[in-house]
């Protein structure tokens, strides 16, 4: 079922991009958006996982690379996919004081688990591994392919309608593109790019929240875990790419764009309130 949604994303977030290029730059704008698309694909499917990982400035960690947090992270990481029956991911953090989390990557076999060094700091140990398992959900679900691929295209729609605003056109006068309709479309992209994580994030998060609680056989970690980030996060805001937003376990509370707005992830409560029946 998420192959098929993986291929209608793609197939609809290409068609975003088609649109602008057509209604910014005529058949000369529509060529470009095509192979724009064409390459965002290609990308965005072999190479998401690296993106997202760069993006948010996470580091490797390993027993030779930050052995400290490896050796904390390790042991709950082995546990948790022995029980769940999937391969170990790599493990990344990100030094960030922001307390946060997320998973990314194309299948099980390719995968990635990133924490911020906030959520370490801040996490007991029966909060981390609630937080841990929610992320690993999402490997075991293979949401992660859905998520990095709307991250990297979503980023790609905002840039693209930016791109033919202010450098595309067409050669004559009477072909110029509508300067309202330009300034509609570089407003409505990002939105719509947006909408579009809302609409595979949501139901996610509680599918994720319940495996991890399964998984675990109580509620009550990730809960207490969510409470927390809720709280933190707020009060130390998360620097993050808002086309990434929809891959944390929590919805990073950052900057003053209109991104911030729409929120990409259940509320919170009521996710504590169904890990709270768990028992």
Known sequence: MNGIKTVLLL???SGVLLAIGQA???????QTALLFAV???FFSYFFSEKIALMTSGAVRVSHT?????YYRLAP??????QRM???EPKLWVIPERSPNAFATGRDPRHSSVAVTAGLLELMEDEELEGVIAHELAHVRHRDILISSIAATIAAAITFAARMFLFFGGRSSDDDAPNPLASLALLLLAP???LLIQMAISRTREFAADAEAARTIGSGRGLASALRKLESWSRRIPLDANPAMSHMFIIKPFSGESLMRLFSTHPPTAERIARLERVA
């Open 24 to 30: 910014l730059g005529g058949a000369s704008g529509l």
């Open 76 to 81: 709950v990481v082995q546990r948790l996919c």
């Open 11 to 13: 197939g609809l977030l």
């Open 85 to 87: 029956g999937i391969p």
């Open 191 to 193: 939105i719509a790019a």
């Open 39 to 41: 390459a965002m694909n």
């Open 65 to 69: 690379q930050n052995p400290e947090i």
